[in-house]
């Protein structure tokens, strides 16, 4: 009884308590609306003077006189929002739009109800830290075009799960793209605009399997990466990202059946459109505009609004629909299986492969050469590749590609190399045919039973930003697996004729028959391609030259002698791609010496039988550099003179292709001699030779070190730079080359695998470079000649595969005369010969002290080996007589000298081509499109400015 009677009570009192609330509510209404008139300083057309707000214009209220909807667009309110706008606890919508309100937005935590909150337009200065925290009844958000302060978008949306519109558009919004945009946190969620802000990153997956149907991302700028989200967005009918950086390809849009808009305007999207979108039968708008596309202009049905300005994409054609070039094709899947990257859709573009496209070598129209080392590939090589039949060189090392090597590959006829070192291909190489080089080193996971050819091991640090050489002026940290260069034959002579053309130039000043060597009569040219991984590559003779005498005839029939030759300002040598087609017989396989990083080198022969070497540089080496640049490097190889230097005779310059002409080297390179010569069927060198071709590179490299003006340090010593002629003595090759590549490329890091065994510590470690780096490398070829090892030789024990390391163990042991167990069994030593020996040990162990400012210079190597070379002396050879050039005189003007030493006069004998061919100015080369580079300044050189 007492209990239900306590209940009745207790039920009133709740009552009570209720009514009370409801009241106090209703006038706290009153209050907050009051709040809100005063601040928003409503202007005198605007009827809120009832004290009852519900009687308000543009206000509602529900039954219980609770105000639910204030709307007031577009009535140029100047005012601010009041801070206890929250209490307006029943408010389902809050439309302010189009005015002029300032201020912050304030807490709206209260507003549980609220459903629309339209503000957009105004000049609104901040937006609460916890936005919408609990209001889960919010469907549609407006805020766009507000001059907030920068604000990143809170996690609280989340708590607004009722949300369809969200549109947050020119907000001032920074960050990233929250990742809870998703069905999963926002199930509700359709049309999502956060255009013109300042968004960055990528694109988040909680995306996938959103119910998104509006996508505006356009306007952020640094929005990045890939798109391919959009694939699993099947909601979608409107996408507009314009304005971003977002990179890759279009993905499969198949699924996203009722897109009507896409709009991807300015980024830098790549690959082929895919058939995917254009056939998407609902699409209404499409824009392509500024982006990297490549493949076919694609076509659209004739409903679809499209721009698309082809010339700022990287379409092969300009014509909507037709089709690529079948070899566009092939490398355009190529890229596909590398991601499309960026870098390669911007060079590949148009119809023609051969036209300076990064990476493609072409001898006519065939594909000789892929070349995309480093390039930051990742992805897989593409089977697509063996499409290329006339494939001979494939160099995808230094990248991060993972997959296997396609079998495919080993369909390729003309296969030669195949290098895909360091990158993480993995599984089973397959089998290619015996002939072909096989590079697969560095990569950790690939299949044993691939014939892997070692080839040092990559070096942990890499020096490439490291500065300052010790004369500090070297900012430069290119080195060069380039490969080049040949001795003039015999010592004697050379006139380098390129005639068929209507030129011919004498490097002979005199002639001198006696100084030629007994080999010179079964002059071998010999081909080299050495087993070196790398190097050997141009050369071209000068020898068979015997001398002045032959010159004569070496002008002649000029059918185009006009143009083929010019001597330009600096005096070099410009010689015209037809020359040098000619010469090679059109740059063909049978004429190749060698190939290395830079190109590849060709045996030429000129009419009167005259070798050259010709080099052909790669055009990913050589793209980079403007033709400025490129002509003043040239410039300076080309005063580089020295009997141990090999000569550049000449360049050529044509569209993008860049060729060096180089005397030719009939006795190959010094590795051939000292580490093939089995293979080579030749003689292994005997103790004085060595000892001559020590002295021969310690000359050549003290010239360079020793310039006037400039120091040049070579960086790149080692047997397959040495080359040898046909008296068997020594020239050095590839010095400089390192300054025609690109910036950045082909840098220490990329060599090092090749040449580490020869490599400074310090500059191995630092990138350091001093002409105490020769001085170390130099050691390490004397170690060489020695032992006959190789700086590196894998076919060692563990504890023996590095040389110096080796020498300097063998060197410190306690046994006596221990360097005698190490001396190269083909030397049959005597007691002089292991004299000899022993001092250059010394001198070797010297070379290459750990500390640079142990290691002595070049001149007291040359000392030193001089007067160990006193016995074998080649009599035949003045040494003060430079065999009759005089090395510091440009070639042509020398030309011209021993024309006129020798009475002839070119000049006069045909007054059409001849000045053409000598004295013309007229630089008819085609000209290059002259790219920003740095190129100029990459010069290593030391001198004290
Ligand atoms: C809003 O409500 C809070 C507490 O409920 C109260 O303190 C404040 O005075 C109210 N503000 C207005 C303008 O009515
Ligand atoms: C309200 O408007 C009047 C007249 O337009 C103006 O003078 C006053 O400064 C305004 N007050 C506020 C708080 O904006
Ligand atoms: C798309 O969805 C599939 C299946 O849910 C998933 O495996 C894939 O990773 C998603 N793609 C992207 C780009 O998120
Ligand atoms: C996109 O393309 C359509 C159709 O050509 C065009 O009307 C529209 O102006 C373009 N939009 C932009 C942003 O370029
Ligand atoms: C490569 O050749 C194969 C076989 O002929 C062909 O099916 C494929 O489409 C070609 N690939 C490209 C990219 O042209």
């Known amino acids: 009884m007492i209990k239900s009677h306590l209940g ?128 889960s009844s919010l469907q549609e958000v407006f805020l766009e075009n507000n001059p907030f302060v920068s604000w990143e978008i809170p996690d609280t949306i989340k708590e607004a799960t009722s949300l369809q519109n969200l549109s947050l558009s020119n907000c001032s919004i920074t960050g990233k793209i929250p990742d809870f945009f998703g069905s999963q946190s926002l199930p509700s969620l359709t049309n999502l605009k956060l ?6 990153g990528e694109l988040p997956s909680s995306f996938t399997g959103s119910s998104l149907q509006s996508l505006y991302l356009n306007g952020n700028v640094k929005l990045n990466g890939s798109i391919s989200i959009l694939k699993n967005m099947t909601s979608l009918t409107e996408i507009d990202l314009q304005g971003n950086a977002f990179t890759g390809p279009i993905p499969d849009l198949s699924g996203l059946k009722s897109l009507r808009v896409f709009n991807v305007r300015e980024n830098q999207l790549t690959g082929v459109v895919p058939p995917s979108l254009i056939g998407l039968s609902s699409l209404t708008t499409v824009n392509l505009t500024n982006n990297l596309f490549q493949g076919p202009t694609p076509l659209f049905g004739k409903s679809v609004g499209v721009d698309i300005f082809k010339s700022t994409n990287s379409f092969c054609t300009d014509v909507a629909g037709v089709a690529c070039d079948p070899r566009v094709d092939v490398l355009v899947s190529v890229a596909e299986s590398f991601g499309y990257p960026k870098k390669l859709a911007e060079s590949w573009k148009g119809n023609d492969p051969c036209v300076s496209w990064v990476g493609i070598t072409c001898s006519g129209s065939d594909i000789t050469v892929v070349n995309l080392k480093k390039q930051d590939l990742s992805g897989t090589i593409s089977p697509s590749l063996a499409n290329l039949t006339s494939l001979e060189t494939i160099n995808l090392s230094d990248n991060v590609l993972s997959g296997s090597i396609p079998s495919q590959l080993t369909t390729l006829p003309k296969l030669r190399t195949l290098d895909v070192s360091n990158n993480d291909i993995f599984g089973d190489v397959p089998k290619f045919r015996e002939d072909v080089r096989l590079v697969i080193d560095g990569n950790t996971n690939i299949g044993k039973d691939g014939p892997s050819r070692p080839s040092g091991s990559p070096v942990a640090s ?38 068929g053309l209507g030129v011919c130039l004498y490097a002979q000043k005199r002639k001198r028959p006696a100084r030629v060597q007994s080999p010179s009569s079964n002059m071998v040219i ?131 292709e860049r060729l060096l002409v180089y005397e030719y080297m009939p006795q190959g390179t010094l590795s051939q001699h000292l580490f093939h010569w089995k293979e080579e069927g030749l003689k292994p060198l005997d103790w004085t030779r060595r000892l001559a071709i020590a002295l021969d590179v310690a000359r050549g490299v003290e010239y ?12 790149d010593l080692k047997p397959s730079n040495i080359l040898l002629g046909d008296d068997m003595r020594a020239k050095v090759s590839d010095f400089g080359l390192v300054r025609l590549a690109p910036d950045g490329k082909y840098s220490i890091e990329t060599r090092v695998a090749g040449t580490f065994g020869y490599l400074a510590p310090e500059y191995a470690v630092t990138g350091r470079v001093t002409t105490k780096v020769d001085i170390f490398s130099l050691g390490v070829i004397l170690m060489e000649l020695i032992t006959g090892r190789k700086a590196l030789d894998e076919t060692q024990p563990e504890d023996s595969v590095h040389l110096v390391t080796w020498f300097r163990r063998v060197a ?41 400012y142990q290691r002595p210079d070049m001149a007291h190597i040359v000392n030193v080996l001089s007067t160990l070379t006193v016995q074998w002396k080649p009599t035949e050879i003045d040494p003060d007589d430079l065999y009759g050039i005089d090395y510091d005189m440009p070639l042509p003007q020398k030309v011209k000298e021993w024309q006129a030493f020798e009475g002839l006069s070119q000049t006069g004998d045909d007054s059409g081509s001849s000045s053409s061919a000598y004295g013309s100015k007229d630089n008819t080369q085609t000209s290059i499109p002259t790219r920003p580079s740095g190129f100029a300044d990459s010069f290593t050189s030391v001198d004290g400015r």
């Not at 639910?68 to 307006?88: E, F, Y």
Request: charged share 20%; net charge neutral; with cysteine.
């Open 704 to 715: 360079l070190h020793t310039l006037a003006h400039q120091s040049f340090i070579h960086r």
């Open 195 to 200: 255009s013109q802000n300042s968004l960055y």
């Open 462 to 499: 890499r020096g490439r930003n490291a500065s300052g050489g010790g004369s500090g002026s070297d900012s430069s940290k290119k080195s060069s697996n380039v490969k080049i260069i040949v001795p003039v034959v015999g010592g004697v002579v050379g006139a380098l004729c390129l005639v």
């Open 526 to 656: 010999h081909p080299h391609h050495s087993g070196d991984t790398d190097d050997i590559k141009l050369t071209v003779a000068a020898s068979s030259l015997n001398n002045g005498g032959g010159s004569e005839s070496c002008y002649s029939h000029s059918e185009s002698a006009t143009s083929d030759i010019h001597v330009v300002e600096a005096g070099n040598l410009v010689i015209s791609i037809q020359v040098l087609r000619n010469v090679t017989n059109n740059f063909s396989e049978e004429n190749i010496l060698g190939r290395g990083g830079f190109g590849t080198v060709y045996k030429g022969e000129l009419h009167d039988g005259t070798k050259i070497a010709v080099k052909r540089m790669e055009s990913s080496v050589v793209s980079d550099k403007g033709l400025t640049e490129f002509k003043s490097e040239i410039t300076v190889l080309t005063k580089m003179r020295h009997r141990h230097l090999v000569a550049l005779l000449g360049y050529c310059l044509d569209g993008n």
């Open 812 to 852: 410190a042991s306690k046994v006596e005369n221990a360097f005698k167990n190490a001396i190269d069994p083909n030397i049959i030593p005597d007691k002089d010969i292991i004299a000899s020996i022993e001092k250059v040990w010394e001198l070797a162990g010297h070379c290459c002290a750990r500390e640079p």
């Open 8 to 135: 009745i009570i207790s039920f009133f009192i709740t009552l009570l308590g209720f009514v009370n609330f409801s009241i106090s509510q209703t006038s706290l209404d009153a209050t907050t609306m009051q709040a809100l008139k005063s601040s928003l300083n409503l202007t005198s057309d605007i009827d809120w003077s009832n004290p009852n707000p519900c009687k308000w214009e543009s206000v509602q209220c529900d039954g219980s006189n609770r105000v639910t909807r204030i709307q007031l667009k577009q009535k140029g309110i100047l005012g601010t929002l009041p801070s206890d706008l929250q209490n307006l606890s029943e408010l389902t919508v809050l439309e302010l739009f189009l005015n002029q309100i300032s201020g912050p937005i304030p807490d709206l935590k209260g507003l549980t109800r609220l459903q629309k909150l339209n503000l957009h337009n105004n000049l609104l200065t901040s937006v609460p830290k916890d936005l919408f925290s609990g209001m």
